[in-house]
């Protein structure tokens, strides 16, 4: 069994920076995914990464402010966060894809493997 892991909310002002680790038990393939779900809202698939050859993709309204990256020595993919924003302000997921061998899914019933989410929000 897969078991992911969460790390790096917190509160945050504005404008500010986290950077949110996602440490899994083992190595695996084929793609690992950042989601969030904002109060009265569904869970949204925000950026993936594959394992074989680095591509990735994100939501439009994180390109440009998010970052996704693997060190995959550490089984450990990163979400690097600037320029946050309150609408930002959600509990953020990692989650795994075995399946996804030609794609990179945006899509949370995608996945299959997730972690138990870390709270971040973005306030004055």
């Known amino acids: 069994q897969l078991q992911v892991v969460e790390s790096g909310g917190r509160l945050v002002q504005p404008g500010g920076s986290l950077r949110l680790s996602c440490v899994a038990s083992r190595p695996y393939s084929h793609a690992i995914g950042w989601f969030r779900q904002a109060p009265g809202k569904d869970r949204e698939a925000i950026s993936c990464?594959?394992?074989?050859?680095?591509?990735?993709k994100y939501e439009d309204s994180v390109k440009g402010r998010f970052t996704i990256s693997r060190d995959s020595a550490k089984n450990t993919t990163y979400l690097q966060m600037d320029n946050l924003r309150p609408e930002d302000t959600a509990v953020y997921y990692c989650?795994?894809?075995?399946?996804?061998?030609?794609?990179?899914?945006?899509?949370?019933?995608?996945?299959?493997?997730w972690g138990q989410g870390t709270q971040v929000t973005v306030s004055s």
């Open positions: 989650a795994v894809d075995p399946s996804a061998v030609l794609y990179c899914p945006l899509h949370p019933k995608e996945y299959l493997y």
């Open positions: 990464i594959k394992t074989d050859n680095l591509y990735t």
